[in-house]
């Protein structure tokens, strides 16, 4: 992790994400993963925090191609969370019962606070291996990351302190085309696909057609999966959220934060429903102060400029 600038509310997040696999530190100094069996995936979905990639992930995962991990973000490549704990323990997350295995792990887009992960990624991955990049309206995408914080106890401070430095992770991962240049250069061009959350909300069907075509699996399935949206609904905002939240932290409740993730599918959504409140539409995003707002704007339009001539495509956002 970059120590030029400290940023405490991702480093409580890190913090969290690195306490979720403990058990399997322990057990790998056992040596429990020496002979682990399993495939390495081919399909990584490399971000954005706050993008719509717990979706993504879950609509991936119906598709009968497809094996998705559980849990979903593994942090392998991160080599200040779960590098250390070798490439068997990675592969044993993964079966090989089907053609297609993936994961989801957002922190693998959070520049400069971790890098070398494309490098360690190119490295261990199979040749064919693909990449996806979720993306969002990069100030929605701040906000609703403060929402996350905020909710979750990473962050207490009032918004405009929260991103009043520009090196902060808030507006560091807004900053797709320098997240995504590193992937662009250890996997080209073609083995990277970028889609935004706007799309995915606003065309379903027709994106998810994309990333099946594009991971090479059968375009045409679909899946009523597609109906739900996962970690979207006001719940975040609520006082039940972050009791919860900071409940599974507790010594004798870890292993259900741990563990969530590999819960049945119908399980999970009855959880997600009491959680998170989907049916009730997004939580209202704070008001940000204009001269803030257009300080960002400054900030990101060069980047949207990049990413846009990256993919090839006007990505619509007003900033």
């Not at 954005?48 to 993504?56: E, F, N, P, V």
């Not at 889609?195 to 679909?222: H, K, N, Q, W």
């Not at 959220?241 to 399980?267: C, I, K, Q, S, Y």
Request: net charge neutral.
């Amino acid at each position: 992790m970059s120590e030029t600038y400290v940023d405490p509310a991702d480093r409580a997040m890190i913090a969290r994400a690195h306490e979720r696999f403990a058990g399997d530190r322990r057990r790998a100094a056992r040596g429990a993963y020496e002979r682990a069996r399993g495939e390495l995936p081919n399909v990584v979905v490399i971000g954005g925090l706050k993008c719509g990639t717990t979706s993504l992930h879950h609509y991936l995962n119906a598709h009968p191609e497809i094996e998705m991990s559980r849990p979903k973000e593994l942090n392998f490549f991160v080599e200040e969370l779960n590098w250390g704990l070798g490439v068997n323990w990675y592969r044993s997350h993964f079966t090989g019962t089907a053609p297609v295995r993936g994961e989801t792990s957002p922190h693998y887009t959070n520049r400069p606070f971790f890098e070398g992960v494309a490098e360690r990624m190119a490295a261990t991955l199979p040749e064919e291996a693909r990449l996806i990049y979720m993306v969002r309206h990069p100030i929605d995408r701040v906000l609703s990351h403060y929402l996350h914080n905020l909710g979750g106890g990473y962050d207490e401070r009032p918004l405009e302190e929260a991103l009043a430095d520009e090196r902060s992770s808030y507006v560091q991962r807004s900053r797709y085309a320098f997240q995504l240049e590193p992937y662009l250069e250890a996997f080209g061009t073609d083995r990277v696909l970028v889609i935004t959350r706007e799309e995915l909300a606003r065309e379903r069907v027709e994106t998810m057609r994309r990333v099946f075509a594009f991971v090479g699996v059968d375009p045409s399935f679909r899946s009523e999966d597609f109906e739900r949206e996962w970690e979207t609904g006001s719940g975040k905002t609520k006082g039940g959220f972050r009791l919860m939240d900071r409940a599974v932290r507790l010594p004798g409740l870890r292993a259900l934060d741990r563990n969530f993730d590999r819960l049945p599918e119908r399980l999970r959504w009855l959880v997600e429903r009491i959680v998170h409140d989907p049916e009730r539409g997004e939580a209202p995003k704070p008001e940000l102060p204009p001269a803030l707002r257009e300080r960002l704007a400054e900030l990101f339009r060069p980047e949207v400029e990049r990413l846009e001539s990256i993919v090839g495509r006007p990505l619509g956002w007003d900033l």
